[in-house]
Every structure is written in C-alpha cells, then in structure tokens.
C-alpha cells in the first residue's frame, strides 16, 4: 500500500481542533491518480483467475454441464462444481443467528434464484475463465419462477430489518381515525432496487497452508473474519484480510458474500492465489438487494389540522431460502406525534436473492410512503405541507414516548424553507410555469435516521520521539471515515495530524465494528477518543506523579495534552513534550486500547435519531411527462459535524439516492424466466450528472449531549429519506397527478 499522508497542505494542520476541519480526503490524490490499490489491482505471483457461471433460471436444478469441453480449454486450469468442491467446515445454508445469511457455495445442484453461481471455471487468464464458464453450456429441470409481491400466500415475518418487531403499536387506531375529521388512505408501491456500488465483489485468495490471505472490499472486517473463520475451520487469526479501499459498498459488503467465498474455495482447489471478480450482471442475486414494497397508510387528521392515527402496513418480499425483511412501515414510528400509531409488515417469498441491507433499509422505502401520505393530508386539510408538518411533528417520540436526546428539526424545517423560498409556494398544484412552458412544483420532505452505535476497539500509541498512532480496523466506502477518524484521533492524542500515523483498513488491527447503519464514524470514533484519553490519563500520571517534570502534582485533572505537550490547564507555560516524560521514564512508547459503545442507560431514558428536511423543485414537460429535478436544499442537524466536506459530501449523495428513488431506480425481473431484465447500469437507471440539479446541503448546528461523548450522529444515509418524499410532493405539485407508483413514470404524468 502507498504511504498515506494525513496532511495535504500546511492549512490542514490545526493545534488541537482538528475536529470541525473540512480536510480533503487523505487518500484522494491516490484516487484520482489510480494509486489507490483496490482488491481487484492485486496480483499475486502464480495468480488465477475465477469466473463464475450463473444460472439463467429461477428455480429448479441444473441437470448437466459439460465440465469436459470446458476443461478442454487450453487455458482453463480447473471446473468448480457441486461434485468436487472442497469441503467446507460449515453448511452454507446453516442459520447460527439471524445476521448469518445463507449463501450458494455449490453445496447441491438447486437453483434458487437467477444469477446464482452453478460452477466456478478457474483458468490461467480471464479471458480462458471467460470463455470456460460459457462452454458449460449447462441444463436445467426448471420449475416455474415466483416473482412478485402476489407470487405467493403471504405471512407476517417472524422480526423485520435488524430484528424490529413485525408489528407495533400505540393506542387505538381505529378510534382515532374513526374520530377523524378528515382521512387519508393510500397505497404506494415501490420497486426493486439492487446496490449498484462502482467496484463490484472482488477478491484476490492466497492460502498458505491453513493460513488464509484476502483482498476484498469490506465494510465490517471482523465479521468477514468470523464468518470465514467457521466456513473454513481455521482459527480467525489465521485469516488476514486487506481492505484498504472501498469503491462503495451501500450495504452490500457488510457480510461476507458468496461469491467472494467461492474466490477462497477456488484458491483452495488449485493451491495458488485467485481472483474473482463479479460481473455487473453478477451483482444482481448474491449481494442482496432493496425488496420492492407495497404501503398502504391510513391517516385521520382533526378539526385542528392534528394527527388522530397513523395506520402503516407494509409489505415486501424476501427469498425462497432465508429471511430478510425490508422493515419499510418502521418509518412511521418516530416523525409525527399521532395519539395512535400502528406499523405492520407482511411479506411474501419469492425466487430472488435475499433481500438485505441497502442504504437506509426501511427508512428510504417507507418515508417515501409517509411523507407522501403526510403531503395527501395537508392539501386535504387546506393546509401548506411545511405549516402542516411543523403542527404534526413530534415532540417526543410517538411509539416509545420517550423524550428525544435531541431534535433540531423545527430549525432544519425553517431554515431549509428560507434558504429554498418556500414562502412564495402557492397552495394549489399545477398552478406554477416557467417561461417555457414548464410546470414548475416544490415539495417537501423530512428526513430522519435513528442515530445508531455498535461496538468497536481501538488502540492509541505516544513514542519517546514525541510521534503517536492510532490502530483501527476501520472502513473507508470513499465516504471519507479516514479523514474524519483520524481527525478525531489528533485531537484524542493532542497530536497535529502530521505528527501521527493513522493505520486502518486491514483485520489485523482491532475491531472497528461494521460500517453501517451510519454509525461508524460514532463508533469507531468513540472507540478512538476512548483509546486516545486513557494514553493521555497514563502519561499525564507519569508526569505528575514525577518530581522532576514541571507537572509534578498538577493531578489529571488540570492537565491538559495539545501540540505533543501536556501543560497545567491553570498555566499554559507548566509543560512538557511527551517525549522528554517518556524519555526520562526510560520508555519508548506507551500505549492503550478503548472502546466505542452505545451507552445503555442513555438509549433506555432518550430515543436518538437525526433529522432534516429536504425542499424540491421539480420542471414537468406538460406534453411529454419528462420530470427533471431542478433544486434540491435539504438543512440536516445530525450532531457534530466532523469534517464538514466530507459530511456535505454525505448529504449531496443521500440527495442524489433519495432523487433516484422517486425518479430512476428499478429492477425490473421477468415473471415467466425470473430473469431480472436490466441487471446492468445502462438500463438499471441511476443519476448521472445531467439528472443532478444544483444541490445545497445546511448543516444546522447541534449539540446532543446524550448519544455520545463526542455528540456524533450518523450523516449517511439520512439524507435519502426525505429526499424521495420532497421529489414525489414536488411531482405532485407541478402537475397535480400525486405519485403512487415509483420510480415515477413519465406515462403517468401524461395522463394528467
Ligand atoms: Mo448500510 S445499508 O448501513 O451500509
């Protein structure tokens, strides 16, 4: 790997408050250089390649593949099949608990969804693998494919997302939409959706004995380890896994997948390193995928423009084989303070991949629903959609309660309002042109994410050269989480950034947790700070308990570390270098580890979550229904801002999903074959720049003292929801056609 520098330029260096800094990435000139080195950019001596074959069928099984005329190749090395596959320690289809999902690892001849792997060609070059996994030409019995969310009986799932329970409720819905002067109901479907990140699955295996090397992308490195661990039976310390960069991940390299076990499997069989690389298409089926949904809301509102009942029922799909339910109807939990409140979920199984994690599950699909729902409600009371949400919006939080930690929203709502001009909005759709002709409509949406940790270890060094590090196996999507958590790190240390060394991105350091549920930043961060004070606390009690360092009986307490030096916080002067309290205590360097946790007492008394609200101004061609998104401001107050470049950058991203959600994004799969027919990105449709409006991200100042010491909460993926909502309201009030059915289609404005 390429030696990183912490610093770009001498304005980076900050004494002290490294934190707030809007720093660029630390590796982004190795980006935009092609420096960077990603998983798929290694090449082992004696290197492999692997291509999988993939089933064109749904369901059934494959009955025959010619392994002959593939290894008949010239370059083809080896077939991987059913038959002869090492063996692995664990069942791939073994459930130990419920984050354990089942994968194809050529464990029987069944196809359970299309694109599952059926063989794995290993040859000398790509191209030999390539043309290998097409000569096996293979066979199936197939049986009839079940797509859709009608394909089958319905249930109601044992826990939805990351073990919610299916249903919940507060009060009686029926009496408050039964007291209800006004109501509300409306079903809106959403579609499938696949994550789409720039580098695909790759990875590159060496064993070496029962000692395992691995190039992969990974957003939670220590679970990878597990996993592989008790796949293969060998002890996670023999398993060293390098993940240096991310090209995206959006939730799909949060476990380890199949395909990238098939790679280790591949290098077992030949005994030489192996790469495995998925193609595009290859992404649709064993990442996991966004479920599509269908929400019906039922809402009552009173004489006084009030919420009586909330009634959120979603249903969504999961596969044949596993569980994974989107848990789209949780949206409806935190936002609106309604009396009675009821979210359920039911769902049906289908023969596709498994559903998982894809950036805000259940938050993106279901506030769509809400905040569209929420739009149908204040034109049905009379009422402008922003006034509307700031008499409905919660005060506490509505299923639970409980007190927020802290909500800043009536400032996103105002702020957000003032800088997009939504003052001007007139009350009634279809009543705005532009000079060409254009309807014009602005719609609002509001954000929230509930503001997560998990649990993550970090270990933090001062030297006797006055230099210090930090080691955390932490993960960068390209997010910018280095940057930040380093940032945290100089400030933890009393460091300049260019005075430490900041080692991440590998499994041999300590557990970072998972990147995920945007908690990484404020768990590994907290893990950092937690590192960083106790080294502190261990070199302050050397000083101060030394007669001859000018700190003697200062006590911890007035001691302050900033610049590579502790001094008397009541005298500035009183001080000395870490190094000269090392040196003269004959050390070299002192070290400590910390942790990064939720803390339990506060998440039992406050509910947390962050929140925003996004404007949208949308231009529709009257004559062709073509919807371009103009103006987007959303105003976010997610706790403290670390780097505020990398967390505006976090907010434009979460925009551009959020306008991709209500404008672009579906998977479209074949009910007959069970073939998903746009598994590439020139019809699978995603933003590009010309979709991409002028976009402005507010950062509205919050302080929570409760989520964590530091006062973080997560930025990346609130920004979708809200987002979608603002997109579908601004929809409705170009052309007064109100969106039920995303991504929107241009057919459906044409009928207006
Ligand atoms: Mo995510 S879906 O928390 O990467």
Redesign the pocket.
């Known amino acids: 790997m390429p030696e990183l520098t912490l610093t770009q330029n001498p304005t980076h260096t900050r004494h002290g408050s490294n934190i707030g800094q809007p720093l660029t990435r630390r590796e982004g000139v190795l980006k935009v250089t092609g420096e960077a080195r990603y998983a798929a950019d290694n090449h082992p001596d004696g290197l492999l390649h692997a291509v999988l074959a993939v089933s064109s069928i749904a369901r059934g099984r494959v009955s025959f593949l010619d392994v002959d005329a593939a290894k008949r190749h010239p370059g083809v090395v080896e077939v991987m099949t059913p038959s002869n596959r090492p063996l692995l320690a664990e069942d791939p289809d073994a459930k130990v608990h419920p984050f354990m999902f089942r994968m194809e690892l050529l464990q029987n001849d069944q196809v359970r969804y299309a694109n599952q792997t059926i063989a794995v060609v290993i040859a000398e070059t790509l191209e030999a693998a390539t043309e290998g996994a097409a000569l096996l030409a293979p066979r199936y019995e197939t049986l009839p494919a079940r797509i859709g969310l009608d394909a089958g009986d319905s249930f109601v799932p044992p826990a939805v997302g990351v073990g919610n329970p299916s249903e919940m409720r507060r009060g009686d819905v029926e009496a408050g939409l039964a007291a209800a002067s006004t109501r509300i109901e409306a079903t809106y479907e959403t579609a499938a959706q696949y994550h789409n990140a720039m580098e695909p699955h790759a990875i590159v295996a060496a064993w070496d004995g029962d000692r395992l090397s691995i190039d992969t992308p990974s957003?939670g490195l220590a679970m990878a380890q597990g996993r592989i661990a008790g796949l293969f039976g060998i002890a996670p310390a023999n398993i060293h896994i390098r993940s240096p960069y991310l090209g995206g991940?959006?939730?799909?390299?949060?476990l380890i997948s199949g395909p990238q076990v098939l790679g280790i499997l591949a290098a077992k069989m030949v005994g030489k390193p192996v790469k495995l690389v998925l193609s595009r298409q290859q992404m649709y089926g064993p990442v996991g995928h966004r479920s599509a949904s269908h929400q019906t809301l039922r809402l009552g509102i009173d004489g006084d423009n009030r919420l009586t009942a909330i009634d959120h029922r979603a249903k969504v799909a999961t596969s044949s084989f596993d569980d994974f339910y989107e848990p789209a109807a949780d949206a409806s939990h935190t936002l609106y303070a309604a009396p009675a409140i009821a979210t359920s979920h039911s769902a049906v199984r289908v023969d596709t991949g498994t559903p998982?994690?894809?950036?805000?599950?259940g938050e993106a699909t279901g506030s769509l629903a809400l905040e569209s729902a929420i739009d149908e409600a204040a034109f049905a009371c009379g009422m402008d959609p922003l006034a509307f949400r700031l008499t409905n919006y919660a005060e506490v939080e509505p299923i639970t309660g409980k007190p927020f930690s802290s909500k800043a929203l009536r400032e996103c709502y105002t702020k957000g309002a003032e800088r997009f001009g939504w003052s001007k909005r007139p009350l009634a759709p279809r009543s705005m042109r532009n000079d060409a002709g254009l309807l014009v409509g602005w719609g609002l949406g509001t954000a929230t994410f509930p503001a997560l940790m998990f649990q993550a270890e970090a270990r933090a060094v001062i030297r006797n050269d006055g230099k210090g590090a930090v080691e955390i196996g932490a993960h960068d999507?390209g997010q910018g989480a280095w940057t930040a958590l380093a940032q945290i790190a100089a400030d933890a240390l009393g460091l300049d950034l260019d005075q430490m060394e900041f080692k991440s991105g590998t499994s041999d350091l300590p557990d970072a947790g998972?990147?995920?549920?945007?908690?990484h930043t404020a768990t590994a961060g907290m893990a950092i700070h937690d590192a960083g004070a106790t080294v502190i606390k261990k070199l302050a009690d050397l000083a101060t308990s030394d007669e001859r360092s000018p700190l003697f009986g200062a006590g911890n307490a007035g001691v302050a570390a900033r610049g590579g030096r502790l001094s008397r916080r009541d005298d500035d002067t009183r001080g000395e270098s870490f190094g000269d309290i090392l040196t003269r205590a004959g050390l070299t360097e002192i070290d400590a580890r910390g942790k990064g946790t939720a803390n339990p007492a506060a998440q039992a008394a406050y509910a947390m979550h962050a929140h925003g609200a996004v404007f949208a101004e949308v231009k529709v061609d009257p004559d062709l229904g073509q919807i371009r998104v103009t103006r987007m401001v959303g105003a976010f107050a997610c706790g403290r801002v670390i780097n505020p470049r990398m967390v505006r950058s976090q907010f434009h991203g979460g925009m551009i999903w959020g306008l991709s959600f209500a404008l672009h994004e579906e998977a479209i799969t074949d009910r007959r074959s069970g073939r998903i027919l746009n598994a590439n990105l020139s019809e699978y449709h995603v933003p590009v720049n010309a979709d991409v409006p002028s976009l402005e991200a507010l950062m509205i100042d919050e302080h929570d003292p409760h989520v964590n010491t530091l006062g973080i909460k997560g930025v990346?993926?609130i920004g979708i929801t809200g987002s979608a909502g603002a997109v579908a309201n601004a929809v409705w009030h170009a052309t007064g056609v109100r969106p039920r059915r995303f991504p929107i289609r241009i057919e459906e404005m044409i009928q207006s």
Do not use: W
Request: hydrophobic share 40%.
């Open positions: 957003q991940g959006f939730g799909s390299k949060g998982l994690f894809m950036r805000a599950p999507m998972i990147a995920g549920g945007s908690a990346g993926e």
